[in-house]
């Protein structure tokens, strides 16, 4: 119970972090701030404390993006006073929609990155690496400003270099990050049309 109110306050955390930092960083570096992989970290990371019981690890990465999400559009209306109605409801509940999808696959990603199995190891770093570089490929696919992509990419290029065991782990995770890339942009994609189809109704 401890393990998941501190997740649901990390989360919480994140998401206000994320509000309040987009009044701060500008040009490029600004996209961290807006970065659906950014706060896949979070879950990542909770995968990777919590990493026992798959149910756990699972509730763990949905807890602190619900919880990322609360932050976010809470701090809207405590900090920049927006007014909470049932016409803009639909952010908040089509992003905790993602977060209960995204969760488990981040958080699992995290704890299999704790494990003693060297496949586990490799398809966990390369899960979050390949977010990031997704992302940067939706990126330049939407005409965003090059330097944005570019900054989310080397993020998701040095995920694998950083968190990995070793010279041929690392090896083995940056070939990994090709489909597991391929597979990110096809969800990107994906999630983006859902987005904006439930958003412009």
Do not use: Q
Not at 50 to 57: D, L, M, Q, S
Not at 81 to 96: E, F, I, Y
Not at 167 to 192: C, D, F, I, K, Q
């Amino acid at each position: 119970m401890r393990t998941m109110l501190a997740c649901m306050i990390g989360g919480i955390v994140l998401g206000v972090v994320s509000l309040l930092l987009g009044g701060v960083l500008s040009g490029d570096s600004g996209r961290l701030v807006n970065s659906g992989a950014v706060w896949a970290v979070g879950a990542f990371a909770a995968g990777a404390v919590v990493r026992r019981g798959p149910g756990r690890v699972a509730l763990a990465g949905v807890v602190v993006l619900v919880g990322a999400v609360a932050g976010y559009y809470g701090g809207l209306v405590v900090f920049e006073h927006r007014h909470v109605g049932a016409d803009v409801l639909a952010g908040p509940v089509g992003w905790s929609v993602v977060g209960l999808a995204a969760g488990p696959v981040f958080a699992t990603a995290g704890a299999w990155w704790r494990d003693e199995r060297r496949g586990h190891r490799v398809v966990g770093v390369c899960t979050l690496g390949a977010v990031f570089l997704a992302e940067a490929a939706y990126l330049a696919v939407k005409g965003r400003p090059a330097g944005e992509a570019w900054i989310v990419a080397a993020i998701g290029l040095a995920v694998p270099l950083v968190l990995s065991r070793g010279g041929r782990e690392r090896l083995m995770a940056m070939v990994a990050l090709v489909p597991a890339t391929a597979l990110g942009v096809v969800g990107y994609l994906t999630l983006a049309s859902v987005l904006d189809v439930a958003f412009t109704r």
